[in-house]
């Protein structure tokens, strides 16, 4: 019941920003937009959030559109430790679950 | 300040059989959520426990089954083990009335069904 859409699979080159996107046209107005990261079958591990506003943290920045039918993830200077699958989730405030797709496998390249 | 912390990490069992998994919630927190996840894809919703109580649950038969214990850890039990149980299950805790700071994962235990 994944309510998001990502690539499967980007490169980056180390240094580099990571620009990762997330396609979410059905969300509705109270839910918000959680990303997630899991390196090599670890747990995931939580990155960032927000609901409308761009959102910036010690890890990434959050950039929502305006009408909030896609986002974007910014690791503004990635590093081999970044190599990990990356997920974007759509949770209602009021919900207890969250819902996994696929997510996007991001490799950064010495 | 330890996170959330699951035992076994590795198991193997056999087909028909039942496992239970070990979860301990990070400092603070009352609620668990169990994810089940197969290789290649996302973790899957199993059901989650707040005040020894199954709170939600997701599309999963009745083979598996929880509990939670009054110092907020639980369990997880799966029985009649079949070749497709093989996933990592993770377990992830979070504050009830705090959600909006998403959950905190363990490690996971790797189960895999022969």
């Known amino acids: 019941d994944a309510k998001t859409t990502q690539p499967p699979s980007m490169d980056c080159a180390e240094g580099r920003a990571a620009n990762l996107p997330c396609n979410h046209s059905t969300i509705s107005g109270n839910e918000y937009v959680y990303w997630y990261r899991q390196i090599h079958s670890q747990g995931p591990q939580y990155i960032i959030h927000?609901?409308?506003n761009n959102e910036t943290n010690e890890m990434a920045s959050l950039i929502i559109t305006e009408d909030r039918k896609s986002s974007t993830l910014i690791l503004p200077h990635a590093t081999l430790r970044d190599t990990a699958v990356y997920y974007c989730i759509v949770r209602p405030l009021t919900g207890n679950q969250f819902y996994f797709g696929t997510g996007t496998s991001l490799t950064v390249i010495p | 300040d330890a996170g959330v912390t699951q035992s076994p990490t590795h198991l193997i069992k056999t087909r028909g059989q039942q496992v239970t998994l070990r979860c301990s919630p990070k400092?603070?927190?009352?609620?668990v959520s169990w994810y089940q996840q197969a290789l290649g894809q996302g973790p899957q919703f199993i059901f989650q426990y707040y005040e020894e109580e199954e709170r939600q649950r997701g599309n999963f038969p009745d083979r598996f089954s929880g509990h939670q214990f009054p110092n907020y850890s639980s369990e997880l039990n799966v029985n009649a083990l079949l070749l497709g149980d093989s996933a990592l299950y993770l377990c992830a805790s979070s504050l009830q009335g705090a959600i909006y700071y998403g959950y905190t994962f363990g490690s996971g235990t790797r189960l895999t069904v022969v």
């Open positions: 927000g609901l409308k």
């Open positions: 400092s603070g927190h009352d609620t």
